[in-house]
């Protein structure tokens, strides 16, 4: 049973700044990639950003040089570092775990930001 707990959100001015954190635990595989990905209303779910357990990054277009994607190993935690957040940035931001082992996803419950103009 794998199990991903998102925190961080929180309502933040345009041009603010947000760090959302997302702590796994459960059967988890040291070779792994994690990463965060948004829903906005009436929108697909989209990436925003992962990151493999050995560092490798990617990210969306739309938050390149404004986000930035972090994990650390021992402690099965990724985080998003969000500046200069503009209010299409508001949405359910899901943090997202993909075992290479198993070939599946699981999925945080969301967390919520707002970005206010």
């Known amino acids: 049973q794998v199990q991903l707990v998102e925190s961080g959100g929180d309502l933040v001015q345009a041009g603010g700044s947000l760090r959302l954190s997302c702590a796994a635990s459960?059967?988890?595989?040291?070779?792994?990639?994690m990463g965060w990905y948004r829903q906005a209303p009436g929108k697909q779910r989209e990436l925003v950003a992962t990151?493999?357990?050995?560092?490798?990054?990617n990210y969306a277009d739309s938050v390149k040089g404004r986000f930035t994607i972090s994990r650390d190993n021992a402690k099965n935690t990724v985080y998003l570092q969000m500046s200069s957040l503009k209010p299409e940035d508001t949405a359910v931001y899901y943090c997202n775990l993909y075992l290479y082992q198993w070939a599946r996803d699981y999925w945080g419950k969301g967390t919520l930001v707002t970005v206010s103009s």
């Open positions: 459960g059967s988890i595989f040291s070779v792994n990639r």
């Open positions: 990151i493999t357990s050995g560092g490798s990054t």
